[in-house]
T-cell receptor, first 113, second 111 residues
Framework: GEDVEQSLFLSVREGDSSVINCTYT??????LYWYKQEPGAGLQLLTY?????DMKQDQRLTVLLNKKDKHLSLRIADTQTGDSAIYFC?????????????FGAGTRLFVKA | KAGVTQTPRYLIKTRGQQVTLSCSPISGHRSVSWYQQTPGQGLQFLFE???????NKGNFPGRFSGRQFSNSRSEMNVSTLELGDSALYLC??????????FGPGTRLTVL
């Protein structure tokens, strides 16, 4: 079945760039997403990319998509302590019942001051 | 626009009881999805409703059920609660179940 995989932890120093990686298996993915979850909160949609795009930039966030390798990455420039959170990768594909979204297990980002 | 709201935010129940959680989607969104989040299993899809019809369902026992009303508000019900049902239950709304916007969640503790 479809699967989304992410590394579980990433630690960076404040001011450095963070790169969170994700691989997925569904070749019919339509949308790919990055969500952020802070302690005790729901998931916040950070950004998303259509499967026919290679890159999307939004302020400090850059999303790169390699559709051939089914690899998605999120780069956070000038990482701040407030970026410490769990980041979820997700992919969405259309099925007969509408859309189906699969989430990864999440990558916990630690930002050291 | 107001975001997704979920009530209650916190709930404590005992084994064997039942519980109903509520979700109000973003105005204009017709799709509501429910997820269970636990430390061990991560984010697991429960079901998705669109225009009062269940379109997709995850692999959960029949104790977990849901419904959607004509105003797109949704409720999920868990009957005969078990200790393992303790989790954060997240609701997400979407125009078409593609890009989902999440609520803050309801934290359920089963004692």
């Amino acid at each position: 079945g479809e699967d989304v995989e992410q590394s579980l932890f990433l630690s960076v120093r404040e001011g450095d760039s963070s790169v969170i990686n994700c691989t997925y298996t569904d070749s019919s993915s339509t949308y790919l997403y990055w969500y952020k979850q802070e302690p005790g909160a729901g998931l916040q949609l950070l950004t998303y990319i259509f499967s026919n795009m290679d890159m999307k930039q939004d302020q400090r966030l850059t999303v790169l998509l390699n559709k051939k390798d089914k690899h998605l990455s999120l780069r956070i420039a000038d990482t701040q302590t407030g970026d410490s959170a769990i980041y979820f990768c997700a992919e969405s594909s259309r099925n007969t019942g509408g859309f189906k979204t699969i989430f990864g297990a999440g990558t916990r980002l630690f930002v050291k001051a | 626009k107001a975001g997704v709201t979920q009530t209650p935010r916190y709930l404590i129940k005992t084994r064997g009881q039942q519980v109903t959680l509520s979700c109000s989607p973003i105005s204009g969104h017709r799709s509501v999805s429910w997820y269970q989040q636990t430390p061990g299993q991560g984010l697991q899809f429960l079901f998705e409703y669109f225009s009062e019809t269940q379109r997709n369902k995850g692999n959960f026992p029949g104790r977990f059920s849901g419904r959607q009303f004509s105003n797109s508000r949704s409720e999920m019900n868990v009957s005969t609660l078990e200790l393992g049902d303790s989790a954060l239950y997240l609701c997400a709304s979407s125009p078409q179940a593609d890009t989902q916007y999440f609520g803050p969640g309801t934290r359920l503790t089963v004692l």
